[in-house]
C-alpha cells in the first residue's frame, strides 16, 4: 500500500465515465490536484467504449459512474470484463451502500481490478482510499 501522496499517481492515467458534465468536470479537476494530468472523461458509457475500442486511451483506472442511461456501470464491468481490461476500476454512484455493493460483485465476476466502491460526491480521502489499492501488475 502506498502513502497518499500526489507523486504517487502522477504517472496514472485515468478515464472517468460518467452521464453528467458537471461530474466529469469535478472528478476530473479533483484527480488534477492529485497531480494526475492524463485524464480522459467519457460522457456515458457508450462513449468510453469506442474511446477504449480505437485505442485512443488506455487508462491504468477507470472511475465510472454505475447509473448511466446508455450503458450503465453493471453492463460497463462486463464489457470491461470480455476485454480483458487489466487497469483498476473504481464504481461511484449516488444511490446508496446497496447498488454500490450489487455493483461491485459485478465488477468481480467479472474478474476486474476492482478497487473499490465511493458515495458520490466524491471525498478526496475516499478517492485516496481506493486509489492506494492499485498496485502494479506483476
Same mark, same amino acid.
Given at each position: 500500500?502506498?502513502?497518499? *501522496?500526489?507523486? /504517487?499517481?502522477? +504517472?496514472?492515467?485515468?478515464?472517468?465515465?460518467?452521464?453528467?458534465? %458537471? &461530474?466529469?468536470? %469535478? @472528478? /476530473?479537476? #479533483?484527480?488534477?490536484?492529485? !497531480? @494526475?494530468? $492524463?485524464?480522459?472523461?467519457?460522457? !456515458?458509457?457508450?462513449?468510453? @467504449?469506442?474511446? =477504449?475500442?480505437?485505442? $485512443?486511451?488506455?487508462?491504468?483506472?477507470?472511475?465510472?459512474?454505475? &447509473?448511466?442511461?446508455?450503458?450503465?456501470?453493471?453492463?460497463?464491468?462486463?464489457? #470491461?470484463?470480455?476485454?480483458? %481490461? +487489466?487497469?483498476?476500476?473504481?464504481?461511484? /454512484?449516488? &444511490?446508496?451502500?446497496?447498488?454500490?455493493?450489487?455493483?461491485? #460483485?459485478?465488477?468481480? =465476476?467479472?474478474? #476486474?481490478?476492482?478497487? *473499490?466502491?465511493?458515495? $458520490?460526491? =466524491?471525498? $478526496?480521502?475516499? =478517492?485516496?482510499?481506493?486509489?492506494?489499492?492499485? /498496485?502494479?501488475?506483476?
Amino acid at each position: 500500500m502506498t502513502q497518499h *501522496g500526489e507523486q /504517487s499517481y502522477a +504517472h496514472l492515467g485515468v478515464m472517468v465515465i460518467d452521464d453528467d458534465d %458537471f &461530474q466529469l468536470e %469535478f @472528478i /476530473s479537476d #479533483l484527480l488534477n490536484d492529485l !497531480g @494526475i494530468n $492524463k485524464v480522459q472523461t467519457a460522457l !456515458g458509457g457508450e462513449n468510453a @467504449i469506442l474511446t =477504449l475500442e480505437h485505442g $485512443k486511451f488506455l487508462p491504468d483506472l477507470i472511475l465510472c459512474d454505475i &447509473q448511466m442511461p446508455d450503458i450503465d456501470g453493471f453492463e460497463m464491468m462486463k464489457l #470491461l470484463g470480455d476485454r480483458h %481490461f +487489466h487497469g483498476g476500476v473504481i464504481l461511484m /454512484s449516488g &444511490q446508496g451502500a446497496k447498488v454500490l455493493y450489487s455493483a461491485s #460483485l459485478v465488477a468481480q =465476476l467479472a474478474r #476486474l481490478r476492482f478497487l *473499490g466502491t465511493i458515495e $458520490k460526491p =466524491l471525498q $478526496k480521502e475516499a =478517492l485516496l482510499g481506493a486509489m492506494d489499492k492499485l /498496485s502494479p501488475v506483476t
